[in-house]
């Protein structure tokens, strides 16, 4: 296992879809950023179907050290601005993003890269769960965007 540095969209997913306590499981020690958990609890005080970060016990808070001020020229948020910054200070530990631009920026800078979707296929991999597809269909209700493609390719890494 593993260490994770998670932003804030692949917390909010797993949660969602009631599959949360799954990161424990799959890495032995899990950070996240101060901007993360200010974007859920302003989730919460919005009403959102969000975590509470408080009551995560296995998630650490860590800030990082600085943020390579290149990356505030691009259409970044907040929280993943801060986990990859986060991740490049620490890159033995993967880093789970969602969003494309931000995947790609990471990638970019040599880190290793998980989404949520990687979550599902490691947990059956592992074999926590029999099969993924159910989870990416109340990932797609939840309201993560997942192309037909894209949902294509899972399943069939996932042989299913």
Not at 5 to 25: C, K
Not at 64 to 69: D, E, F, G, M, Y
Not at 130 to 154: C, F, H, N
């Amino acid at each position: 296992m593993n260490e994770a540095i998670s932003n804030t969209s692949p917390l909010v997913y797993l949660h969602r879809i009631d599959a949360l306590d799954w990161l424990p499981r799959l890495f032995t020690s899990i950070w996240t950023p101060p901007e993360v958990v200010a974007e859920l609890r302003e989730g919460l005080a919005r009403g959102f179907n969000v975590p509470d970060p408080s009551r995560l016990d296995w998630l650490d808070i860590v800030a990082p050290k600085q943020t390579p001020s290149e990356w505030f020229a691009l259409d970044l948020g907040p929280g993943e601005v801060a986990a990859m910054s986060l991740a490049l200070e620490n890159p033995s530990r993967t880093v789970i993003l969602d969003d494309s631009l931000a995947r790609h920026v990471a990638q970019a800078a040599g880190l290793n890269v998980w989404g949520t979707l990687r979550v599902l296929l490691e947990m059956k991999a592992q074999g926590h769960v029999q099969t993924v597809a159910p989870y990416v269909i109340r990932l797609k209700d939840s309201g993560m965007w997942i192309s037909d493609e894209v949902s294509l390719r899972i399943l069939r890494l996932a042989d299913e």
